[in-house]
């Protein structure tokens, strides 16, 4: 099963050293850039149950980990999901200037998905698309990524670092499209409904919402160790997807921050359909396709593709 994970990696060489380089940066941004949050974030979970100090509320432990365990395909990520481009260019292609809204990023997988998707229009058609990108999330880790990802890419966008999604005083019927991945995995379920009813609050008419739920379980300490054990086992035996620069410490050094992030990272999962079902309750069209992917604590792991839309 674990290499059979491994051979799931992008399938574009240049994707995959882009990757490389990128892990780089975010661990070394993240302790500069993860500041201390009075409130929200990943870790407050860990606050609420007193697994944390008060004080520790940086989340440098989620972004300067992040990508090092996408290069073992251990996070959930957008290339998981065969249906984004797609479900993206089908916008593109009616609006090829639409407003983007990128609702929460761990790093730059979202946007990158975006341009796949302007490439692949430019292809069908023949002409570039403009679409104008906001990319709001409450680290400024994650945007730092983005960014760096866009200057590479001949992107432009603009990014936000939004204390609260839910309370983000953004303009109401402002994009075309919204996406994000896994957000509703990340957030507890009594603020589930509040962000599916900002989604639909900030959408034009006729607008979609593009995104990916996980189903599945509480995680529990046993997940979390199975996790760490298998981040270690999988960072040990494949060198060979990291930087070409590292030396013995620092993978020291990432298996140290692999298990603060096993005991630190949680998911709150979707229950079932009925649940995503009645979050979008409000939209007037709703699809969600379920799809096996890889997995974090368990493997493999069901999700649901979703496209949500509003008439005209």
Not at 118 to 141: H, R, V, W
Request: with cysteine; hydrophobic share 40%; glycine share 4%.
């Amino acid at each position: 099963m674990d290499n059979l994970l491994i051979k799931t990696m992008p399938a574009k060489a240049e994707n995959f050293k882009t990757l490389q380089k990128s892990c780089l940066h975010m661990a070394q941004w993240a302790p500069q850039s993860c500041v201390n949050k009075n409130i929200g974030g990943m870790e407050q979970w860990a606050k609420d149950l007193k697994i944390v100090d008060d004080k520790i509320l940086s989340c440098d432990w989620y972004h300067s980990t992040w990508q090092f365990l996408r290069l073992v395909n251990m996070v959930a990520v957008p290339d998981w999901y065969p249906f984004y481009v797609d479900a993206i260019l089908e916008v593109l292609l009616e609006n090829p200037n639409a407003k983007v809204f990128i609702s929460a990023c761990a790093d730059y997988g979202m946007l990158a998905k975006l341009h796949e998707a302007m490439e692949e229009y430019q292809f069908k058609t023949g002409q570039k698309s403009n679409p104008q990108i906001t990319i709001a999330d409450i680290c400024l880790t994650p945007l730092q990524n983005a960014k760096w990802y866009a200057d590479n890419s001949s992107i432009k966008l603009e990014t936000l670092v939004c204390d609260n999604i839910i309370l983000g005083n953004f303009p109401e019927s402002e994009f075309d499209l919204i996406i994000t991945d896994e957000f509703l995995s990340v957030i507890k379920d009594d603020l589930k409904q509040a962000v599916v009813d900002k989604w639909k609050y900030l959408l034009k008419p006729g607008g979609c919402v593009v995104t990916t739920a996980m189903e599945g379980e509480p995680t529990t300490p046993e997940k979390r160790e199975f996790y760490a054990q298998k981040a270690r086992r999988l960072i040990g035996q494949n060198p060979h997807l990291f930087p070409t620069n590292f030396k013995q410490e620092d993978f020291e050094k990432v298996i140290q921050q692999t298990e603060k992030f096993a005991s630190l990272h949680t998911r709150h999962m979707i229950r079932n359909r009925e649940q995503l079902t009645h979050l979008f309750r409000n939209f007037d069209y709703l699809q969600m396709d379920p799809v096996e992917t890889p997995g974090e604590c368990v493997n493999p792991t069901f999700s649901y593709q979703i496209v949500a839309k509003l008439e005209m």
